[in-house]
């Protein structure tokens, strides 16, 4: 595959995540968003990098599942067994 075939295709790819991220209510990004921050800081990450990982969640909706997974399941461990 030629160069600009290669950007055309990577032009959609993105095109069509950024769709993705853009048909969740800002309010639920919003919220989703938070909760992976929470447990960025649970897990200790530092918070200058907490950027990184929110920034590819804004742009990238596999991404975010993946986060997002990981954030609610640690964060129902805590609750659940630190109560």
């Known amino acids: 595959m030629d160069r600009p075939a290669q950007e055309f295709a990577r032009t959609e790819i993105v095109s069509s995540s950024q769709d993705l991220i853009r048909s969740k209510s800002s309010k639920d990004?919003?919220?989703?968003?938070?909760?992976?921050?929470?447990?960025?800081?649970?897990?200790?990450?530092?918070?200058?990098?907490?950027?990184?990982?929110?920034?590819k969640c804004k742009t990238d909706p596999?991404?975010?599942?993946?986060?997002?997974?990981?954030?609610?399941e640690?964060?129902?461990?805590?609750?659940?067994?630190n109560t």
């Not at 990004?29 to 907490?50: T, Y």
């Not at 640690?74 to 067994?81: G, N, R, V």
Request: hydrophobic fraction near 50%.
């Open 29 to 55: 990004l919003a919220n989703d968003l938070k909760i992976i921050r929470v447990w960025l800081f649970q897990i200790g990450e530092p918070e200058e990098d907490h950027h990184l990982v929110i920034d």
């Open 62 to 72: 596999e991404a975010l599942s993946y986060f997002l997974h990981y954030a609610r």
């Open 74 to 81: 640690s964060l129902f461990k805590a609750i659940c067994y």
